[in-house]
């Protein structure tokens, strides 16, 4: 798999609304599924695997009575579950390994913090996504033009990364920047584009 890297460009300020909407519902899901971990390995000592903590967030509200799961696309709402499952699962390798090694790290391990910024990424798999010729739909009405290195390309997964603070708030195709994993034959070149 190969990446690119670029900036989203030609998004109008209601497709930059809904952007900052969905990257902010990530945070949320993100945020509550984390603290759900917390609060369930606290009580019970017992890790939760993936599925059992898809099932739960599915239900657990939020305190404006939204449930954040259903904010999102389901696809990308299990890949944000799935980074905070990767985290914890981190967090209790490297709590396993401090018993054995102590002198391997500068302190004991500590569990995955909050996001504090207002966005977060979002993760779309091949599934959450389709493509109309040179155009990425990633839902109806928020559409992202393809970079020309990528057109007729098969690509398995776009990733939004929030930039906010570092571009001029007027501009508001320049706050968000694109990340698409492409399949490429070997003989195959991608030119990256550089920042």
């Known amino acids: ?7 989203i460009k030609g ?3 209601s497709q930059f609304k809904r952007l ?3 990257t902010n519902h990530a945070k949320n899901l993100y945020n509550q599924t984390l603290w759900t971990y917390r609060c369930a390995y ?4 017992k890790y939760f695997s993936y599925p059992q903590m898809d099932k739960v967030m599915k239900q657990v ?6 449930i954040n799961y259903k904010c999102l696309k389901s696809k990308v709402a299990q890949q944000t579950l799935r980074r905070v499952d990767q985290n914890f699962r981190a967090f209790f390798n490297t709590s ?4 054995k090694n102590p002198k391997k790290y500068t302190g004991k391990p500590r569990p995955p913090s909050f996001k504090q910024k207002q966005h977060d990424n979002l993760v779309y798999d091949f599934q959450a996504f ?16 393809l970079p020309k290195q990528l057109i007729g390309k098969n690509i398995k997964q776009i990733e939004i990364i929030t930039s906010l603070l570092r571009f ?5 195709s320049k706050r968000f920047l694109f990340l698409m994993m492409t399949r490429v034959k070997s003989t195959q070149k991608l030119n990256l584009l550089k920042q």
């Open 1 to 7: 798999m190969r990446a690119l890297k670029t900036k």
């Open 11 to 13: 998004l109008n300020k």
């Open 20 to 22: 900052k909407e969905l």
């Open 42 to 45: 606290e009580a019970t000592g």
């Open 61 to 66: 509200r939020n305190l404006e009575g939204e």
């Open 96 to 99: 396993r390994d401090f018993v």
């Open 130 to 145: 389709q493509i109309k010729g040179s155009t990425v739909v990633l839902e109806k009405g928020l559409e992202i033009q």
């Open 168 to 172: 001029p708030s007027t501009n508001f």
